[in-house]
């Protein structure tokens, strides 16, 4: 995410703390820098020159001047300037005050708007929401059945003309209108959810490839007829300059609420992206981070601007702990370590796929502050060693789990055989268990240990 972006500009801060003082060369160099950073992000012009002009402006006055370590005050500056353009305060979900809350979805073909309504109603449906998800895309013949696909991963139901249409199908009060009228669908879609009081709409509209007037008019009428809560614009992180046009077309034809930035997890300069919410005046909401359905972030511009910035996300971090760990099993964790029993290689099991749970370890890791210089050791991170290392305690007998001080040589061939690997990769795994365990009793002894706590591996 914004990686080169990322690198950039924390090596022009590294030239920038070699300096004591900064006389107005030294700030001029740094914005130049910054600003071709920006430029070769494809951060759109405007937004550019008006960022530049803002850092170099507070970074000639007596804020940088007087300060006590002016680089650091500098990085400071950037970073509030960065939290501006990007929106400033983070900005949640309208919900209406009388249900169902309706979410219209706007963009291109391909921008990851039917990806997204299965993320935004599983992530609903997790905080007590019961979304439907309405099929408004006739355009592409494959549509409808991909949204249903997407619903039924969600665990959501979708209202949808036929065919793919597999909770309005069956029941004869909804009567699913024909193929071809997207503004029929997309309202009946909310008389239906009324009905059957679902609390939020989520209604996918077809994209073309190109801005067309046709497709403008289309989402313009469906806005019309079903007078969305939130009008959220999906754009793709990657599209680069035409970014900027294209979210400009739809303020123009359709407006929007709200934006969300998708395919953020890709190597794409993404920096056209980063335009949008000055351009437009609209603010990011939500970011797409990959194809899976957990793969969401709600857009916090002051987490993504210290994310860029190199300085961590430890907030975002600790908020996707805090999903994926099961609370329950924490207590009950914390209650055995708490009553003098040992951790065992059981719990280190259950402990390891709740870290599962919680993503992609590279992206989790990728959120702490100074990862940007450590990119090459990060990339080089295999998401399968949590799979490995599961598959060697899934070939050890409970006794072995529970005590794994049995574990003898020919017990260690055995196991290593039963998971596919080497009698080394089992000693590795035992030595940091071991590790682990130590201080697990050291936690305990401490006064027990949150949800968030783990082993260190
Ligand atoms: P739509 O035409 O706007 O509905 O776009 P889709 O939801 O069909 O997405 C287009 C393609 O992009 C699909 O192959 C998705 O799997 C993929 N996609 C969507 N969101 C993301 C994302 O955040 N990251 C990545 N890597 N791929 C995505």
Request: charged fraction near 25%; avoid cysteine; hydrophobic fraction near 45%.
């Amino acid at each position: 995410m914004f990686n080169s972006l990322s690198d950039r500009l924390t090596s022009t801060f590294k030239n920038l703390r070699t300096r004591g003082r900064l006389s107005e060369a030294d700030i001029d160099a740094t914005v130049r820098e910054i600003r071709r950073a920006l430029l070769d992000a494809d951060v759109a012009v405007p937004v550019v020159r008006e960022f530049t002009g803002a850092v170099r402006e507070r970074a000639l006055s007596s804020e940088v001047s007087g300060a006590l370590n002016p680089a650091q005050q500098v990085v400071k500056i950037v970073n509030e300037e960065l939290v501006a353009i990007l929106g400033g305060a983070t900005r949640p979900l309208t919900l209406a005050k009388t249900p169902p809350t309706v979410i219209m979805l706007a963009g291109l073909q391909g921008a990851g708007k039917t990806t997204l309504a299965g993320k935004l109603a599983h992530a609903l449906k997790g905080q007590g929401h019961t979304p439907l998800l309405v099929a408004a895309d006739l355009q592409r013949p494959n549509a409808v059945t991909q949204l249903s696909v997407v619903a039924e991963r969600a665990g959501v139901p979708v209202f949808a003309p036929h065919p793919g249409n597999t909770s309005a199908a069956d029941d004869p009060a909804a009567d699913a209108p024909l193929i071809g009228d997207p503004v029929g669908v997309a309202r009946d879609g909310v008389a239906f959810a009324k009905e059957r009081q679902h609390d939020v709409v989520i209604v996918d509209t077809a994209g073309r490839l190109g801005i067309d007037e046709v497709l403008m008019q289309q989402a313009a009428d469906i806005r019309a007829a079903v007078n969305p809560d939130e009008v959220l614009f999906v754009i793709d992180a990657m599209i680069g300059q035409d970014a900027v046009n294209t979210a400009k077309a739809f303020a123009d034809g359709v407006d929007f609420t709200g934006v969300v930035l998708s395919k953020l997890d890709g190597d794409a300069r993404g920096g056209a992206a980063l335009s949008v919410a000055k351009v437009t005046g609209r603010p990011i909401m939500f970011a797409s981070t990959g194809e899976k359905l957990t793969d969401f972030e709600v857009f916090h511009p002051d987490r993504m601007a210290s994310r860029i910035l190199d300085m961590g996300d430890v907030l975002t971090l600790i908020e996707q702990a805090e999903k994926a760990f099961d609370a329950g099993e924490a207590e009950k964790m914390a209650g055995k370590l708490a009553s003098g029993q040992d951790f065992t290689l059981a719990d280190f099991l259950v402990q390891m796929q709740q870290l599962k749970n919680m993503g992609s370890m590279k992206k989790m890791l990728g959120m702490l502050p100074g990862m940007a210089q450590m990119r090459d050791q990060l990339d080089q991170f295999d998401e399968r060693e949590v799979g490995r290392i599961e598959a060697i305690i899934h070939s050890m007998t409970p006794a072995e789990r529970d005590n794994p001080k049995i574990i003898n040589g020919s017990r260690r061939a055995r196991i290593a055989k039963g998971a596919g690997t080497t009698t080394t990769a089992i000693n590795q795994l035992l030595e940091r268990f071991d590790n682990a365990q130590k201080m697990m009793k050291q936690m305990a002894k401490g006064g027990g240990m949150g949800p968030g706590g783990m082993p260190a591996m």
